[in-house]
């Protein structure tokens, strides 16, 4: 255990790799803050330039933008009523208030120090449970992994907003799209449609940056622009008071954040829900909730940032991503020839060490530069965004020439910016496509070894224990979304987000 | 309405599943045992068919329509045209005249676009990524045509 921590701080700390987290970090505070771009189409541009870096290094950054972007996405939340990140939502709802109090400085104080309690605690958890699980999936046959992905696959469906059945179709398209290519098995071409770009399958950051980058962009260019104004930030530090009502909340968010987070489907955005959820109905003046309560920043701010870090897990382990997010990572894996699962931590153990205390490193980072910087965060957030769009849009356009010296990419990025803008306006979110996407050749590989194992035997897939176990849950996840009393429940969960 | 999203969406699904399905079709099947290239493609497609038929039903049958949000033509439009022409253009005519174009097309997708704006924007954003890319970077991009 020693050893690799040592091993890990070793890698974690060489120059380079130190550099890249506080970029990671930095830049994902920023566009934490800024409304309009969020973490995944950031990642989604920054794909190629990981082409450039050694693989642990991409990853530090990439994951550095991811729970950067949570840091950052509290600061707009508290101070502008607008959430910067999907996840700081919640903090919206009392945060703003506490703000207009003239409680910003306590508020963004915080859900800072929050932050890193949860940051602190989500790395121990990652050191401590990853190698057994590994060990776990290490004895995984195929008809395991098919049922775990086919868990994964509905859980992040179900515990996804909007209608599920469009989001499982979403998957099922993204699974089609990852097929595109040549089939292993036996070198035909599937759905190339003669093309000769896309032998090798449709280039995972074109689809990524048009769907979630360009895509992005064409919907908030329909919104038009909104006017920004910020409170006063005032005192920094929060009042002893302040202090004794977030401790419980800080506790209970990191453990709630970082269970949630291990989910399929989990991570930031519904361990944030969750936390308040949690938080309103365990408080003795649940009515001051909406109007300041500071455990109502305090616990969603923990539970967001351990559930963006903990929602790694499933990746380090068993080379399953659990949410669009993550799914990038395991993209950037693979563009590095990394093929994410149990053996990565075997083959790879300065890759995932590093990766783990790395982000511990970058929690240290954010706490420090985070609260100083607050003042030129807030100055940032006038730039307009008819000046940032374009600047967004030349990276994409730059960077998807970059990854193949190819113009076809380009061109794919275009056509996936307006397909991903089809499928916002009819009611259909991408992220579930991505998912999909990433999966879609493993899922075939070990669906077809798993009959072919059995010689063409279906009920192979109920016979061991583990694969029952997760299709069972999936089935009963399933079955919550149909029963029309879960349905009501969930849709709540969802209404209040939206008001 | 009738052509609420859940109609288009369901519509969507099904016109792609059956897509998907037609084509798979072409493809060895295989047996179960043996898996050829169209088994699992053919699988998923007609998934993709069975829920988009019910996603329209619910559509059609629900009294509960969320109406098509209007498409505001503009940004998809000139967002998308920026792009292409800038894919079309890159190896052509090098990369400043296709930035020119990307970043001028692209900038009034908006509805703000101030022309002097876009003009400043566009020269500072041609210089960093020519120094970032080309001189930093290292991409293998012309600058100019020819």
Redesign the interface.
Known sequence: MLDNLLLGFSVALSGVNLFFCFLGALLGTLIGVLPGIGPLATVAMLLP?TF?LDPVTALVMLAGIYYGAQYGGSTTSILVNLPGESSSVVTCLDGHQMAKQGRAGAALAVAALGSFFAGCAATLLMILFTPPLAGIAERFQPTDYCALMVFGLVAAVVLAQG?P??A??MV??G??LG?VGT?V??G?R??TFGLIHLADGIEFVALAMGLFG?GE??SN??K??TRIVAEKIGRLWPTREDFRRSAAPVLRGTILGSLLGVLPGGGALLSAFASYTLEKKLSRTPEQFGRGAVEGVAGPESANNAGAQTSFIPLLTLGIPGNALVAMMAGAMMIHGIQPGPEVMVKQPGLFWGLIVSMWIGNLMLLVINLPLIGVWVRLLRV????L???I??F???GA??VN?S??D??L???F??IG?YFI????EPAPLILGFILGPLF?EN??RS??LS??D?STFFQRPLSIFFLTLAALLLALIILPSMRKARENVFAEEQS | MLISKDFLAGLTFMVLGLAGLIIARQYDMGTPRMMGPGYFPWLLSAGLMLLGAVIFVQGVASKAREPLEKIHWRPVTLVTLAIFLFSVLIERAGLIASLVLLIGIGSYAGKEARWREVVILGVALIAFCVAVFVYGVKLPLTLLPG
Do not use: H, M, Q
């Open positions: 330039i450039y209608s059945l469009k499982v179709a099922i398209l699974l089609l097929l089939d098995n036996s035909d599937r759905y360009i962009i064409i260019l329909e038009g622009s307009p965004y008819r000046l769009f374009p600047a849009l030349t994409c356009a730059i020439y970059g010296n113009t076809f380009i061109g990025v275009a056509l910016g307006a803008y306006k009819i009611g259909c075939e669906f077809r009959l072919l010689r063409g279906w």
